[in-house]
C-alpha cells in the first residue's frame, strides 16, 4: 500500500481521495486517512460525480454532484478530509463553450466552493478545456 511508505510525506503535501477510498482501513482498522495525516500528508476528496452533457448545449457538459453535497461534506470533514476537488470540464469549438455553458458551471463551483468553506473544507477546483479539432486546424491554418 503506497499510503504506508516510509517517508512519503517528504514527498507528497496532499492526496485526493475517492469516496470509497475514504471510507477503507489497513488490516488493522486505521483509516487509510489517518494513515495520510500522520505521514504529514493532507487528505481531500473528490466530491463531483462526473461531466455530463450538458440539456440543450450539444457537445457541451456541465459537472454534476451538487445534490446532497452539504451532508457528504460534512461527513468527509468528520473522516478526516482537509481539501475537496470539483473538476469542470469545458469544450472549445466552433460557437462553444456557450455563455450558457460557462455561466452554468461558473455557477455549480461557486455553490460547490461555498458548500466547501461552510464544512470547514477548502475548495479546489480544476478546469479541463477540452479543444475540438477544428478549431485547432483553423487556428493552425491562420
Known amino acids: 500500500m503506497i499510503v504506508t511508505t516510509p517517508g ?6 496532499g492526496v485526493i481521495l475517492y469516496d470509497e477510498t475514504i471510507r477503507q482501513t489497513k488490516k488493522d482498522g486505521t483509516p487509510f486517512v489517518k494513515v495520510i495525516a500522520d505521514a504529514g500528508i493532507i487528505p481531500g476528496i473528490k466530491v463531483d460525480t462526473g461531466a455530463k452533457a450538458m440539456a440543450g448545449h450539444p457537445g457541451e457538459k456541465i459537472t454534476e454532484g451538487l445534490d446532497g453535497l452539504r451532508e457528504r461534506l460534512k461527513d468527509y470533514f468528520q473522516m478526516g ?3 475537496a ?3 469542470a470540464v469545458i469544450s ?3 460557437a462553444i463553450p456557450s455563455r450558457g455553458c460557462v455561466e452554468a458551471n461558473a455557477q455549480a463551483l461557486a455553490r ?3 458548500l466547501c468553506q461552510e464544512a ?4 479546489s477546483s480544476s ?4 479543444w475540438k479539432a477544428n478549431i485547432l486546424l483553423n487556428g493552425a491554418a491562420r
Not at 512519503?8 to 503535501?13: M, P, T
Not at 470547514?120 to 475548495?123: A, K, T
Not at 478546469?127 to 477540452?130: D, G, N, P, Q, V
Request: aromatic share 16%; glycine share 12%.
Open 127 to 130: 478546469r479541463k478545456c477540452s
Open 112 to 114: 460547490y466552493a461555498a
Open 120 to 123: 470547514g473544507l477548502v475548495p
Open 85 to 87: 476537488k470539483w473538476r
Open 92 to 94: 472549445m469549438g466552433d
Open 8 to 13: 512519503l510525506g517528504e514527498y507528497i503535501s
Open 81 to 83: 478530509a482537509r481539501f
